[in-house]
């Protein structure tokens, strides 16, 4: 009555990866390996399928965090109003 374990192994290295390939065809073309007017672009754009993807999630993010900071803002400013406006009520009647 032994009980059996399975262990599943997952694999992370499943090869170079579409940024990698886009990586590695933008630089042979920058080198010159093709005559094209890439070799004229800026280091900048080579290793954008590096830089590219997190600066997006990046600024997904602050943009997400500036939307709930101006609605946090506007809750508490709709309280601070409706509570001011129940101490002028309470102050009249």
Known sequence: MSKE???IVANASRG???IG???IVLLLLKVGVIET???????WIIFAPFWAIPAIVLSV????ICICVVVFL?????L???MGLRRLKKDDG
């Open 16 to 18: 170079i990866g579409f």
């Open 21 to 23: 390939i886009l990586f």
């Open 80 to 82: 601070l109003i409706r």
């Open 37 to 43: 007017q890439a070799m004229q672009w800026s280091w």
């Open 61 to 64: 993010f602050v943009i997400i």
């Open 5 to 7: 374990k399975t262990v």
């Open 74 to 78: 506007g809750y508490l400013l709709f």
